[in-house]
């Protein structure tokens, strides 16, 4: 017994794995609803046996005693049977419906805590569609598992006990003849459960499908216009939408192959019944009365049983979504904290950032090879070179996206592993060049720098940004919703509002990746004042690809194919006619006025 118990519960794949989990982890905390809810649904089964045993009494009182009183009685115990079986129907519905809509609820908190966890490396496998199914899909799946789980166990099940229970108090030997069908019919069901379970999985895909191709022709609806792809995309959302049908019909036809199967095997059940009840009656001299209530109970019992016999198909289509999310909610975060920790960023001090002999890679592209940089402290560091240089790798690094293959990074002589990754990240202000708005206020925009900022506080980086004149045009000034992703903000207006996020956070350590080039010559000017003013006192780093920006830095490093190849103000490295002096020539038309 030991054996089977662990057979069937140790298997992370398996469904009675995944329900024992799912219950475990649910019945803790809705454990008081959950058995009002069973009480509502022993009502529900208590009443259903009691209408199939008031048979006999209707048979035996009114028909052939023809007991006027009975029936008056009788009539009247029926109507009382229906009156709570109908009231703690309702009962049953409102609790399981206020628990379902619980779960899916704090199920989908649960994911999207779970992924938000995860380290960039992640998301560039996991597809937008994938994660939102997972989000939507399978929060609901989690929720309609339980629902079936519950209404078999306390409704279904008690019924058919409580009808057997009739059964067998009328004639045990006839309940016995009506239980030849359950060793068939569990042989087909099991075989019917192991396909069903390949074809849910196989819907999810295609359902993920459809929600990437719909978000992508959502997000790059510009680029779906301009280059004509919509009749394109309409073809590849055709196929996905109609693989999903097909999909779908095959899991509504092996769904409903367990009808065909139980009204077969249930008639042969009825029919040796009635064909050794009537005998019985007729021959033997049976009670009518006991034989008809009988016949109740066996007919009342076959929508129960036939539910409880197709609850193994329906709970392996739906365990497909749960296991689906058990791995996003098991996956271990890459982003954990290390307890181990020396560098609280509450401590953390402006420093020199040290890349000492750095290799990285995406998969199997190289990235760094072997970088050595030096940013001073308090200066300012311009990253230059051609693209795919390194240079967006190296923000990637300082920031705890990813974890350098070897050699390490420093910030004041303390490596950046010695400190957990939001203590690292709080201590850093990045405005890069794709900038990204929330669909939120203005106001809740900039203030995600700080969020503990005062109205004061938020106004003034807006100001020094030279983003307030035009926030306080838009219709409801910083209370205006800026939409999906900043859509109804100008490129130029997004970056702004971008960089009075970064300066609100006034961080030690400052990443721009050209971070005035969405600006107007006029804006520019009074941005590069404001971003000069920031910049005092703090270590940053500037991702140049306009040269004509990074002129006044401290300090300029020319990086190739993952690695600093030179290093020094414009004026030297222009005189030295390397690789900056080649790049600045390529972008103006008189070389000479660079030096």
């Not at 937008?128 to 078999?152: F, Q």
């Not at 006034?506 to 003013?533: C, F, G, N, V, W």
Request: net charge neutral; hydrophobic share 50%.
């Amino acid at each position: 017994m030991k054996r089977i118990w662990s057979r069937l519960f140790a298997d992370p794949e398996g469904t009675p794995y995944l329900v024992r989990r799912l219950v475990l982890e649910n019945a803790r905390d809705y454990v008081w609803r959950y058995i009002l809810a069973f009480v509502f649904m022993g009502l529900v089964a208590a009443s259903t046996a009691a209408s199939a045993w008031i048979m006999k009494d209707v048979i035996n009182e009114v028909f052939l005693e023809r007991d006027a009183t009975m029936v008056m009685v009788i009539a009247g115990f029926v109507m009382f049977i229906f009156a709570v079986k109908g009231l703690a129907t309702y009962g049953q519905l409102v609790v399981l419906g206020e628990i379902g809509n619980a779960i899916v609820a704090r199920t989908q908190s649960r994911l999207f805590e779970a992924i938000t966890r995860q380290d960039v490396a992640f998301f560039e496998t996991a597809g937008i569609g994938d994660l939102g199914t997972r989000l939507s899909h399978n929060a609901t799946a989690a929720r309609v598992a339980l629902d079936l789980i519950v209404t078999a166990l306390g409704r279904d099940l008690l019924t058919v006990i409580a009808l057997v229970a009739v059964m067998i108090a009328q004639d045990p030997l006839m309940s016995l003849i009506a239980l030849v069908i359950m060793p068939p019919a569990i042989i087909i069901i099991a075989g019917l459960v192991r396909r069903v379970r390949r074809v849910a999985k196989s819907q999810f895909v295609s359902l993920t499908r459809i929600l990437s191709i719909a978000q992508e022709t959502i997000a790059g609806i510009r680029v779906v216009k301009a280059f004509a792809v919509e009749e394109r995309l309409r073809s590849d959302m055709d196929a996905a939408v109609e693989d999903v049908r097909l999909r779908a019909n095959k899991m509504t036809r092996l769904s409903a192959r367990t009808s065909p199967v139980m009204e077969t095997l249930g008639g042969v059940a009825i029919a040796l019944v009635i064909l050794y009840g009537g005998f019985s009656v007729i021959e033997r001299g049976s009670d009518p009365g006991a034989f008809f209530a009988f016949i109740t109970a066996l007919l009342l019992a076959y929508d129960p049983a036939r539910r409880l016999a197709r609850l193994h198909v329906n709970l392996s289509a739906h365990m497909v979504g749960v296991r689906l999310m058990y791995e996003v909610l098991d996956r271990a975060s890459a982003e954990a904290a290390d307890e181990d920790a020396r560098l609280p960023g509450a401590a953390f001090q402006p420093g020199d950032v040290r890349f000492e002999n750095v290799a990285f890679q995406y998969r199997e592209a190289p990235a760094l090879a072997g970088l050595d940089l030096t940013a001073r402290a308090g200066e300012v560091t311009a990253l230059v070179g051609p693209s795919g240089a390194g240079k967006s790798t190296v923000f990637s690094l300082l920031e705890r996206f990813y974890e350098p293959v070897s050699g390490r990074i420093t910030v004041g002589g303390r490596d950046i592993r010695d400190t957990t990754i939001p203590d690292m990240r709080a201590a850093i202000a990045l405005v890069s060049q794709d900038t990204f708005l929330f669909d939120m206020s203005v106001r809740d925009n900039i203030a995600m720098g700080r969020p503990a900022a005062s109205e004061d506080e938020i106004v003034q980086a807006a100001r020094e940004a030279n983003a307030h004149d035009f926030v306080m045009e838009l219709d409801e000034g910083y209370d205006t919703r800026v939409g999906e992703g900043g859509g109804r903000l100008s490129g130029g207006q997004r970056q702004r509002v971008a960089i009075a996020r970064a300066i609100l956070r006034d961080a030690p350590i400052l990443l721009l990746d050209e971070a005035t080039s969405a600006l107007d010559s006029e804006s520019e000017a009074k941005i590069q004042e404001a971003l000069s003013r920031l910049m005092k006192g703090r270590t940053t780093l500037v991702i140049a690809h306009r040269l004509s920006t990074v002129r006044e830095a401290d300090q300029i490093v020319v990086m190739d194919r993952g690695r600093a190849i030179e290093s020094g103000t414009h004026r030297e490295l222009f005189a030295r006619g390397g690789l900056y002096k080649r790049l600045c020539d390529l972008q103006f038309s008189e070389g000479g006025s660079n030096d």
